[in-house]
């Protein structure tokens, strides 16, 4: 299995953008379908994006839709995360996570996480 490696987050405004990275040393990973999910402090983890291997596909939960934008660059082996018109709401570890399908995450490989801080 592949072992996905999250970078980008930080600490941001509200109304900021970031962009997240998830990026493998593996080329199989340019096989495999990414999401994006996120954990808020108190709160349970919870999908944010998904797309498919060869990127056709894109999913995004409602709470991001419109906002955030998931695509990959599949030369380099990394997926990314554009989030734009940042909330407090978006506070949270985000996790990236590969796996064969976009409806196998809870079985795939995860990385450790890369904290977003929205504050003012």
């Known amino acids: 299995q592949v072992q996905p490696v999250e970078s980008g987050g930080g600490l941001v405004r509200p109304g900021g953008s970031l962009r997240l990275s998830c990026a493998a040393s593996d080329s199989l990973f340019s096989s495999y379908a990414v999401g994006w999910f996120r954990q808020a402090p108190g709160k349970e983890r919870e999908f944010v994006a998904s797309i498919s291997w060869g990127g056709t596909y894109t999913y995004y939960s409602d709470s991001v839709k419109g906002r955030f934008t998931i695509s990959r660059d599949n030369a380099d082996y990394t997926v990314y995360l554009q989030m734009n018109s940042l909330k407090f709401d978006d506070t949270a570890v985000y996790y990236c996570?590969?796996?064969?399908?976009?409806?196998?995450?809870?079985?795939?490989?995860w990385g450790q996480g890369t904290q977003v801080t929205v504050s003012s």
């Open positions: 996570a590969a796996a064969m399908t976009v409806n196998d995450f809870d079985m795939g490989s």
